[in-house]
């Protein structure tokens, strides 16, 4: 029976697709880890105190790189190209969304609408992370190999998606909820059209790697083209709403270490 659980595993069973899955995990938290820092260096003046929050946010991506990175050593092997077409984070940028890279790499302070850009960009990936790694927490979080670092990176996730709602709605309240919305709507349109297109070229990679017959590539394809369907249809509305967040000031400490034997 093909399931989520069951697909996974696969994945991680075989040397080939677990170095290009973890490969490409490190490669977007690395890039989320750099655009971060850059954000926290330009903050404008008027919301410095928002800059140790982003900071944290970087610091938690870069540690999640590590960990990925960890997990590969620890199986004896090495990281491996990450293919273009499925490179998520680069090619959200090349797409307009968030900040782009020519900008973050000036040293010119931000403007509040940056900022405001900024954290709705995160609110919807954040929210696509969190689903992610609470789907791999459902299945290994007792795996003795992954186990500590899949809990680990899916409570870092869900602090993210709590600290850019609360953020977003001090803005929202301040009186950039219109700027808020329209931003939200275009991030999120955009987001799962390439998220469909990188899990689609994700899962040709891996069917390649596992010899997937034909119906089985043919299968995930129409279910990734089925979730793509119900979100552009209303599902991506959970990725646009902003709520209070039962955890509040989540990024207001330092970063959890990453495990040491990850």
């Not at 404008?44 to 990925?68: M, V, W, Y």
Request: proline fraction near 5%; glycine fraction near 6%.
């Amino acid at each position: 029976m093909l399931s989520a659980k069951s697909l996974f595993q696969e994945i991680l069973d075989h040397d080939e697709s677990f170095a290009l899955f973890c490969s490409i995990a490190a490669s977007g938290e690395s890039q989320g880890g750099w655009e971060n820092a850059r954000i926290a260096a330009l903050v404008p003046e008027s919301q410095r105190d928002l800059a140790p929050k982003i900071t944290r946010h970087g610091a938690d991506e870069d540690k999640h790189g590590r960990i990925f990175n960890a997990l590969l050593k620890k199986r004896g092997l090495e990281p491996v190209p990450v293919p273009p077409e499925t490179d998520y984070t680069m090619l959200l940028e090349r797409n307009g969304i968030g900040l782009a890279h020519d900008k973050l790499e000036r040293d010119e302070p931000l403007t509040v609408q940056d900022i405001v850009t900024y954290l709705a960009h995160s609110r919807v990936t954040e929210q696509r992370a969190s689903e992610q790694m609470e789907l791999l927490r459902k299945h290994f979080a007792d795996h003795p190999d992954l186990g500590r670092a899949v809990r680990m990176i899916s409570n870092d996730e869900d602090n993210h998606l709590a600290y850019c709602h609360e953020e977003l709605l001090r803005f929202a309240y301040a009186g950039h909820g219109r700027a808020i919305r329209r931003t939200l709507r275009e991030c999120a349109l955009a987001e799962i059209r390439i998220y469909r297109d990188v899990s689609l070229a994700v899962m040709a990679h891996m069917g390649r790697i596992l010899g997937w017959p034909k119906p089985k590539a043919a299968l995930l394809a129409a279910g990734i083209h089925a979730v793509y369907l119900y979100e552009r249809l209303g599902g991506r509305r959970r990725m646009v709403s902003l709520r209070m967040p039962e955890r509040r000031n989540a990024l207001g400490g330092p970063a959890t270490p990453e495990p040491e034997a990850a």
